[in-house]
T-cell receptor
Framework: RKEVEQDPGPFNVPEGATVAFNCTYS??????FFWYRQDCRKEPKLLMS???SGNEDGRFTAQLNRASQYISLLIRDSKLSDSATYLC?????????????FGKGTKLSVKP | GAGVSQSPRYKVAKRGQDVALRCDPI?????LFWYQQALGQGPEFLTY????????KSGLPSDRFFAERPEGSVSTLKIQRTQQEDSAVYLC??????????????FGEGSRLTVL
């Protein structure tokens, strides 16, 4: 089993739609959680951190359920510019002193 | 520039050749990471440095892969006797503090290796 698993995608949605991505992680000791965005043939960039209480950044909402080892990302009012691959990321066994482990990514395509 | 710089951007190697990939992290960043990203996959961790110390190399797939950061800044990832399965984008990332810290790794654009 991979350490971080994500919805396989791709998600094809119209502009204005609400879309949700899910992710599960296997290491119960993980303390830090993130969503990264990767545009086609570009490098990954941090989208947002995920906090236990849930957090929101504009149209983006991230949720964490530690008991279920589950992370989600909700995008409201999708824009064409949201089209990208969304990577679920958790810290590795070194905690904040170690590396980050990336999921395979879920591809989102927002259509006009 | 102010970002992470990698070279070469593209490399085509014949099977069996050795290759060296270079990473210039953001100035002053303590931590440096190498990841391998195959087509359609997420980045897979290879190795991690804090300053010049290689703290974790558990992700290196074989002893053909070697990384160094001798002066705690520029890093080189070397792949000996390349094989077709080594074809991937090799991403370098740096972060200001020790480890992944706040979770913000700054990635370079990657070096795309194709082994024929």
């Amino acid at each position: 089993r991979k350490e971080v698993e994500q919805d396989p995608g791709p998600f094809n949605v119209p502009e204005g739609a609400t879309v949700a991505f899910n992710c599960t992680y296997s290491n119960s000791a993980s303390q830090s959680f993130f969503w990264y965005r990767q545009d086609c043939r570009k490098e990954p960039k941090l989208l947002m951190s995920v906090y236990s209480s849930g957090n929101e950044d504009g149209r983006f909402t991230a949720q964490l359920n530690r008991a279920s080892q589950y992370i989600s990302l909700l995008i409201r009012d999708s824009k064409l510019s949201d089209s990208a691959t969304y990577l679920c990321v958790v810290n590795g066994y070194g905690g904040s002193q170690g590396n980050l482990i990336f999921g395979k990514g879920t591809k989102l395509s927002v259509k006009p | 520039g102010a970002g992470v710089s990698q070279s070469p951007r593209y490399k085509v190697a014949k099977r069996g050749q050795d290759v060296a990939l270079r990473c210039d992290p953001i100035s002053g960043h303590v931590s440096l990471f190498w990841y391998q990203q195959a087509l359609g996959q997420g980045p897979e961790f290879l190795t991690y440095f804090q300053n010049e110390a290689q703290l974790d190399k558990s992700g290196l797939p074989s002893d053909r892969f070697f990384a160094e950061r001798p002066e705690g800044s520029v890093s080189t990832l070397k792949i000996q006797r390349t094989q077709q399965e080594d074809s991937a984008v090799y991403l370098c990332a740096s972060s200001l503090g020790g480890g992944s810290g706040t979770g913000e790794l700054f990635f370079g654009e990657g070096s795309r290796l194709t082994v024929l």
